[in-house]
């Protein structure tokens, strides 16, 4: 079975460039996550979907980053314009149908490290 | 909000046992997680326990779960120099995980 898909798997840019990544979630997962991991920490949730309805973007800085999955597949996480603190890895990650606290096996894609200078 | 504490680092002997801690604050979280990070890798889920269980074992891995004090710790034996990774708790709050910073797990030969 095929993981999670992500690219770029590196991207550098300077401050106030765009940028975007691209996530394809494991076949038949309806959830689909975007996670910011700032070096020496742990995954900040940005925004999560099912199918294509957002669940939660309470973290996601909607002035510059914005998140789309049109068709309840493939998924973009875009900054504009990008910040120096926006460096960090960008982590996608997808499972079944969540119910609330329910099992919840979420699967990463290998991540895509963003260096903003 | 909720929160989610772990040490930074753990340095164990090849050989010997690692027991990595975490401290949660929702008492409601339902499972709670244990990841592995391999550098340049993604994040793999190497075990999880169900909040009405204090034990579970999976070979060479043991979760213990104090739900009282709302600990949470995993036991590796036998460390092996292929467990070097950044371990994450993570718990399961109403419909996301929330995560701990990771502990890099440091095997001296």
């Known amino acids: 079975e095929a993981g999670v898909a992500q690219s770029p798997r590196y991207k550098i840019i300077e401050k106030r460039q765009s940028v975007a990544f691209w996530c394809n979630p494991i076949?038949?997962?309806?959830?689909l996550y975007w996670y910011q991991q700032i070096l020496g920490q742990g995954p900040k949730l940005l925004i999560q979907f099912q199918n294509n309805g957002v669940v939660d973007d309470s973290q996601l800085p909607k002035d510059r980053f914005s998140a789309e999955r049109l068709k309840g597949v493939d998924s973009t996480l875009k900054i504009q314009p990008a910040k120096l603190e926006d460096s960090a890895v960008y982590l996608c990650?997808?499972?079944?149908?969540?119910?609330?606290?329910?099992?919840?096996?979420?699967?990463f894609g290998p991540g895509t490290r963003l260096t903003v200078l | 909000g909720e929160d989610v504490e772990q040490s930074l680092f753990l340095s164990v002997r090849e050989g010997d046992s690692s027991v990595i801690n975490c401290t949660y604050t929702d008492s409601s979280s339902t499972y709670l997680y244990w990841y592995k990070q391999e550098p340049g890798a993604g994040l793999q889920l190497l075990t999880y326990?169900?909040?009405n269980m204090d034990m579970k074992q999976d070979q060479r891995l043991t979760v213990l779960l104090n739900k009282k004090d709302k600990h949470l710790s995993l036991r590796i034996a036998d460390t092996q120099t292929g467990d070097s990774a950044i371990y994450f708790c993570?718990?399961?709050?109403?419909?996301?995980?929330?995560w701990g910073a990771g502990t890099k797990l440091i095997i001296k030969p």
């Open positions: 993570a718990a399961l709050g109403n419909y996301q995980l929330i």
């Open positions: 326990i169900f909040s």
């Open positions: 990650a997808s499972s079944l149908v969540v119910t609330s606290g329910g099992y919840n096996e979420q699967f």
């Open positions: 076949s038949g997962h309806a959830t």
